[in-house]
């Protein structure tokens, strides 16, 4: 069954350091997210993507962060500086279309942690 | 804005026996509500969801209620099994947008 695949699974970082997350989305999607869960609270919505452009974000996504999708099978989360409130679980997730079926596939996350 | 509130953080069933997980919301304006289930170190995975104009739908052992005069939503796992351990989480899709909104959370023990 096709999945959502997310790299790497954990990774440790110092503060001010820069961090790109790895996402490789089910083939015949369309549309892009990244969402994150700090720990004991809920998941939060911070990007969507569709053609090759950012097509919402949350207040959470700030200059520090971007997204890109390099190479038309991977889809990167890129935080310039962390910061030690960004530690916490990454979820990338894809969809046909989301406002047609309701439903997101999600990767099973990488954990950040920041220094 | 759409507030999603799920007030009982945990819930703890016995196998066999139902299992209620209840959502409210605030605002009218949503295509979808939709619940997902939540393993400890994977992401979430979709459950059932529910269209704004039905008040019901049911999948297997899951059914989802829509109440839209009381702004309610719940989901009914019957008969509950140790297996459905898990967060559950309730969510929307709202009109003209293009993410999913997330509630607190559940989290549901069920025990042998």
């Known amino acids: 069954e096709p999945e959502v695949t997310q790299t790497p699974s954990h990774q440790v970082t110092q503060m001010g350091q820069e961090v790109i997350l790895r996402c490789v989305p089910i083939?015949?999607?369309?549309?892009f997210y990244w969402y994150r869960q700090i720990l004991g609270q809920k998941v939060e919505f911070l990007v969507s993507f569709y053609n090759n452009e950012i097509s919402e974000k949350s207040e959470i996504f700030d200059d520090q962060f971007s997204v890109e999708r390099p190479d038309g099978s991977n889809f990167t989360l890129k935080i310039r500086s962390t910061k030690l409130e960004d530690s916490a679980m990454y979820f990338c997730?894809?969809?046909?279309?989301?406002?047609?079926?309701?439903?997101?596939?999600f990767g099973e996350g990488s954990r950040l942690t920041v220094l | 804005d759409q507030q999603v509130k799920q007030n009982s953080p945990s819930l703890s069933v016995q196998e066999g026996r139902i299992s209620i997980l209840n959502c409210d919301y605030t605002?009218?304006?949503?295509?979808?509500f939709l619940w997902y289930k939540k393993y400890p170190a994977e992401g979430p995975t979709f459950l059932i969801s529910?269209?704004?104009?039905?008040d019901k739908n049911e999948d297997g052992r899951f059914t989802v209620f829509l109440n839209k005069s009381a702004k309610h939503l719940s989901l009914h796992i019957v008969p509950s099994q140790p297996g459905d351990s898990a967060v559950y989480f309730c969510a929307y899709i709202s009109y003209n947008t293009d993410k999913l909104i997330f509630g607190t959370g559940t989290r549901l023990q069920v025990f042998p």
């Open positions: 997730a894809s969809s046909v279309l989301l406002a047609n079926t309701g439903e997101l596939f």
């Open positions: 605002n009218s304006m949503f295509d979808y």
């Open positions: 529910i269209s704004s104009i039905k």
């Open positions: 083939s015949n999607h369309l549309y």
